[in-house]
């Protein structure tokens, strides 16, 4: 697991709107949290869990909300699950089949994010835990995300209207009157060693009778590593359109000193500035192979100061211009050694 955890922003954007929509202030508050001031186009982009749900405690208490968390919740669906977690589940023959899908590809959604499952009885719970955060406050807000996102998964088998007749917290938190009104035939526990949800036993050969029929390469790949260097690949290209952070930026995201992400780098092969180049450049390289975003959208997305800023980069690394690249992406002829992606200053 990381030793920082990470969200994809897909499970900020809704805290955000909600803010927004009231009236709030709400990039000046992202930017209070170091979070990226915009979120748009950045579902699948990934930022610091904590910040996140310290922005998402501020606008609750700032602007008088109540249950932001299950708001926002609640307006996540299965479709807001990342591309990799959904195909899986769709192949998923059973509900046994797809949660053990989601159990190994959960770091997807949340790095650090652990879900396992505990028969009880004649049911069965489905677990989750964000890995180091145990004592944190406030973490009711990661845990109805967690206990929904479970849920989402559930109803893909047993009907979209299912209930869980148990809903458990990591926190000490109880839901409100109101929001427990919605759920009538479901019990709240808190205070729990881990959040869950509990299904009966025999849901779990539930058929998927949507499932795709082709099969799903095997990988035994995990998703993420767990170094310094994995993490700031997944968090910086949420900050490139704001110019990418500044060392000492990344450190305090790492909850580092400058020295000494410097001195982890360095074991990688890295400076921080050679790092944050093959960010740009991957960025770049991602969103002219599989998008049609103009190519000065593209430049400015990643962080570069202007289109001839990001030409010239982009030449340097890849030898041709990104339009070039695109052509070829285009015709299934574009090919990127990875190596050539180090800047000049890291072959020294």
């Not at 897909?10 to 929509?21: D, K, N, R, T, V």
């Not at 979120?39 to 932001?68: C, M, N, W």
């Not at 998008?291 to 000065?296: A, F, Q």
């Amino acid at each position: 697991m990381t030793a920082i955890p990470l969200t994809r922003c897909q499970f900020l954007i809704p805290f955000a709107e909600i803010h927004s929509e009231i009236g709030g202030p709400t990039a000046t508050l992202l930017a209070k949290f170091k979070l990226p001031t915009s979120l748009q186009e950045k579902a699948d982009h990934y930022v610091p869990l904590l910040p996140a749900v310290r922005f998402a405690t501020a606008a609750q208490q700032t602007q008088g909300l109540s249950e932001i968390a299950f708001r926002a919740a609640q307006r996540l669906s299965f479709d807001h699950l990342s591309d990799a977690m959904r195909v899986r589940i769709r192949h998923s023959p059973t509900l046994l089949a797809a949660l053990e899908q989601m159990c190994k590809w959960a770091p997807v959604e949340d790095t650090s994010l652990q879900l396992w499952l505990e028969p009880c009885d004649a049911s069965v719970k489905i677990c989750s835990r964000i890995a180091g955060t145990q004592g944190i406050s406030d973490l009711e807000i990661s845990q109805w995300l967690q206990n929904v996102f479970v849920l989402h998964i559930v109803r893909q088998f047993a009907g979209a209207n299912w209930m869980p007749k148990v809903i458990a917290f990591e926190a000490n938190y109880k839901p409100s009157i109101e929001v427990q009104s919605l759920w009538p035939h479901t019990r709240f526990m808190s205070g729990q060693k881990a959040s869950w949800i509990e299904v009966p036993l025999q849901f779990l050969s539930l058929p998927n009778g949507d499932a795709a029929r082709s099969k799903l390469p095997e990988t035994e790949r995990q998703p993420f590593g767990d170094d310094i260097v994995s993490v700031l690949r997944l968090a910086l290209p949420s900050y490139l359109d704001e110019g990418g952070p500044t060392i000492a930026q990344a450190a305090e995201m790492a909850a580092l000193s400058v020295r000494s992400l410097q001195r982890k780098l360095a074991l990688a092969g890295l400076t921080y500035s050679g790092l944050l180049e093959q960010v740009r450049f991957n960025n770049a390289v991602k969103l002219l192979s599989s998008t049609e975003t103009k190519i000065i959208d593209v430049a400015f997305s990643s962080g570069y100061a202007d289109p001839a800023h990001f030409a010239r980069a982009f030449r340097r690394i890849s030898g041709c211009t990104p339009r070039e690249f695109r052509e070829r992406a285009r015709s299934g002829q574009a090919e990127i050694d990875h190596n050539s992606t180090r800047s000049n200053d890291d072959r020294l």
